[in-house]
């Protein structure tokens, strides 16, 4: 994805860098466990096996394998599957400017959840509940398994209810509550366009409350040129969008 192209201009993190980056996001005890994770990896499959993302040595999930486009068969108005890092993903939430004690009032939902890593870092918040739509049933599935292993795992659950959907966002009702929707680049313009007015539709027939959280720099206009989202939060090409209304 365009986001990844972005920062690949940036030198691969050293393991002093990755460490310190991991103590400042999951503190020592977890740092010390993915660590352990990653030492028992290499011991089984050599030190020429691909380095697996800290997230799945954590929890024992695989968030990262189904990332080719052509697991999405036929869905063309998609982009393959890449999740967010979730240091990244704890930045966008802390530009949110939603009061604590009001977090469960919203949903957060995930248009195009992959194998499920984001739904998995969004439970980690006071969400009334957690939606991932997926139309690739293979990634589906997975985020299934890994959310179920998550739980095994003893992830850490504030969400009210966590939920993978089998699902085609453009047919899908949006549900008439606040919300926070996330798009890490799920779909190609004309389909991004088509979401975009839908998600803006429902909020002028039903006002409420809403945030857009946008990972990357493909199309952020058909959220920015109207003029109804402002801007809240900016990190690398991502932003958070709070909705004004019509204007």
Partial sequence: MRRNAVKSGMAEPTL????????AY???VRTWRVGAALTRYRLRRGM???????????????????????????ATAGNGHEPIDPVDFAQLMAGLDIDPAQFGRYDFIDFGSGQGRALMLAAAYPFARVIGLEYARELHESAERNLAIWHARRGQQRAGEVTSLWADAAQWELPARPAVYYFCEPFQEVMMRRMAARVRAALEAGPRPAYVLY?????????????DFETLAAHYCDRVYHWNGAR
């Fill in 48 to 74: 020429s096996a691909p380095r697996p993302h800290a997230f799945d040595l954590e929890f024992g999930t695989d968030t990262v394998s189904l990332t080719r486009g052509e697991t999405v068969a036929g």
């Fill in 215 to 227: 990972v990357g720099d493909w199309f952020r206009e058909v959220w920015e040129a109207p003029g």
């Fill in 26 to 28: 999951r503190g020592p």
């Fill in 16 to 23: 002093r860098a990755r460490a310190f980056r991991s103590l």
